[in-house]
């Protein structure tokens, strides 16, 4: 299993950036996840396999959009106004289990393929 992130960069605050995860070969829930300089690493939001339900960490709702193209095999996360607050390392995972088409865990011990970070600065 491979995920591959991509689309972090520096940008102001009140910008938008769009994360995108690309996973070959996994019918999973897929998350993102960031993790701040000396700070444990954080649960941002879900998709669940079917796309039907996602769900979303307080700090971000209304403001992140998580989406996913099952026939292309990518996540998107959509960010809009940013905040400095937002820096971070972007990881985008993939649920250990598949239960059902709407599981969409929060916790990161449900997770169990892991790609690479991407790094996302926000700037004051």
């Known amino acids: 299993v491979q995920l591959q992130a991509s689309g972090g960069g520096l940008v102001q605050a009140g910008d938008s950036l769009r994360l995108s995860c690309t996973v070959f070969g996994l019918d999973r829930a897929m998350g993102w996840f960031r993790q701040a300089p ?29 989406s996913r193209d099952n026939n292309k095999g990518t996540v998107h996360l959509q960010m809009n106004t940013l905040k400095p607050e937002d820096t971070a390392v972007y990881y985008c995972a993939a649920a250990s289990a598949s239960p059902s088409s709407a599981y969409a865990p929060v916790r990161e011990t449900s997770y169990h393929y892991w790609g690479q970070g991407t790094q996302v600065t926000v700037s004051s």
């Open 38 to 66: 000396g700070k444990e690493r954080e649960f941002v939001a879900v998709v669940s396999r079917s796309g039907s339900r996602t769900s979303y960490s307080d700090s971000v709702k209304g403001r992140f959009t998580i």
